[in-house]
């Protein structure tokens, strides 16, 4: 479990391929050095299990699932991702409560620059968007956000600068992939919902 508060940005060091998927070396040396193997990271948002800590990289291997529906797979040598180890308990959260799931991906439509604070409007499955409502959470990239607007396939937020600085928020450009999950909250609504539907038609 996270909190989509990011700790730190890290640099892929390496992208190996293995057999159906690949291994995926981090380079963050603060977080390396606090790191051991089984541990849980959110990387973008993706909960992966580390294999390898050497040095100042660790290494996880993702699956073709994991590489094909997430932003995973377009990472390359040099990429920055987003970094959050998992929640110990008792701890503040900050966030919200972030399962490191990905539920699908969504695209930037739209990104307006006011100085250093930006709007950003992204594309999304229209599925996703019976789990989001104004004011609600959305972890975008595995950052914990607050939704301004919700449309049938679009949703709206307002970043910080400094959200815009810690982030790979900040460098997004319109049509740009991210990987997005949903409230896990809004899913057991959803959830519940569709069940009273069914046993009323029923």
């Known amino acids: 479990m996270f909190s989509g508060i990011v700790e730190a ?17 981090i380079q963050e ?22 294999i390898d800590v050497a040095g100042d990289t660790f290494a996880f291997q993702a699956g073709p699932e994991t590489l094909q529906r997430t932003n ?7 990429s920055k991702v987003n970094l959050e180890r998992s929640l110990k308990v008792g701890e503040r959260l900050g966030g919200h409560f972030v399962t490191g799931h990905i539920d699908d991906v969504g695209y930037l439509a739209d990104r307006r620059d006011h100085g250093e604070w930006s709007f950003f409007r992204f594309r999304i499955p229209e599925r996703l968007s019976l789990q989001m409502a104004s004011k609600g959470s959305i972890a975008v990239d595995g950052v914990s956000l607050t939704i301004v607007d919700s449309e049938p396939e ?46 009323s038609e029923g």
């Open 9 to 25: 940005l890290g640099t892929v060091a390496e992208m190996l391929m293995e057999g159906p998927g690949c291994r995926l070396v």
């Open 72 to 78: 995973l797979g377009d990472l390359k040598k040099g």
């Open 154 to 199: 679009m949703f709206s937020v307002a970043l910080i600068p400094y959200t815009l600085a810690v982030t790979t928020l900040g460098p997004l450009k319109v049509g740009d992939k991210v990987n997005l999950e949903t409230d896990v909250l809004a899913k057991y609504v959803e959830r519940q919902l569709q069940g009273v539907v069914r046993r």
């Open 29 to 50: 040396p603060r977080i390396a050095a606090e790191t051991k193997v089984a541990d849980s990271i959110a990387v973008n948002g993706c909960c992966l299990t580390v």
